[in-house]
């Protein structure tokens, strides 16, 4: 089964650090764009990064110089290290997989985890 | 890079049509043909609807489709349904970010 599981949410003090994990089962993260996208509490989506299946990567503005987005192929696994956390950083972070369906991919994300909770406050 | 502009809400009987708006601007919507919509029940993950523009995953009942016309996207769902009563975005391509998604837009099923 293709699956996405985030882990790593939690409360960190203002200032502090914290790493998310997804973990991805029934493909390979490598192959795949990857992205982070994450909802404050009653609040929409945002975009948050992206790593291509080359290796380059790109982020929002808002988190630019602050997070990094990475993965391990050996785990299968993506990542997203984030530092200098504020108290807008709070949100449930998600992780999700391009879209791609009989040999083309688009930008779009099919395949999301269930989300993990970052709270950000002393 | 800001949010795509959706109505906050979308109100409609079972049974009939409604259209979720997406407006942005040259750099996004009207740019490239990459624009997609999610539906997210409370509590849950986002789900893939449209792609894009006017593309539906397999599984996605025909009662979803998709346009644009310029810098406006549209989502109509025909035949609303109490399961379609949810949260609906939608996000473009853009030209700088390289990602965005709408200010979304809550759908209530009368």
């Known amino acids: 089964e293709v699956q996405l599981v985030e882990s790593g949410g939690g409360l960190i003090q203002p200032g502090g650090s914290q790493r998310l994990s997804c973990a991805a089962s029934?493909?390979?993260?490598?192959?795949?764009?990857m992205t982070w996208v994450r909802q404050a509490p009653g609040k929409g989506l945002e975009w948050v990064s992206v790593?291509?299946?080359?290796?380059?990567?790109d982020y929002a503005d808002s988190v630019k110089g602050r997070f990094t987005i990475s993965r391990d192929n050996s785990k299968n696994t993506l990542y997203l290290q984030m530092n200098s956390l504020r108290a807008e950083d709070t949100a449930v972070y998600y992780c999700?997989?391009?879209?791609?369906?009989?040999?083309?991919?688009?930008?779009?994300?099919?395949?999301w985890g269930q989300g993990t909770m970052v709270t950000v406050s002393s | 890079q800001s949010a795509l502009t959706q109505p906050a809400s979308v109100y409609g009987s079972p049974g009939q049509s409604i259209t979720i708006s997406c407006t942005g601007t040259?750099?996004?919507?009207?740019?490239?043909?990459?624009v997609s919509w999610y539906q997210q029940h409370p509590g849950k993950a986002p789900k893939l609807m449209i792609y894009?523009?006017?593309n539906r995953p397999s599984g996605v009942s025909n009662r979803f489709s998709g346009s644009k016309s310029g810098n406006t996207a549209s989502l109509t769902i025909s035949g609303l349904q109490a399961e379609d009563e949810a949260d609906y975005y939608c996000?473009?391509?853009?030209?700088?970010?390289?990602?965005?998604f709408g200010t979304g837009t809550k759908v209530t099923v009368l």
């Open positions: 999700a997989r391009r879209f791609c369906s009989s040999g083309s991919c688009y930008d779009a994300f099919d395949i």
């Open positions: 029934g493909f390979t993260v490598s192959s795949n764009y």
């Open positions: 790593i291509y299946s080359g290796g380059s990567i």
């Open positions: 040259s750099s996004d919507v009207g740019g490239y043909n990459y």
């Open positions: 894009d523009v006017s």
């Open positions: 996000s473009s391509y853009t030209s700088s970010s390289p990602y965005v």
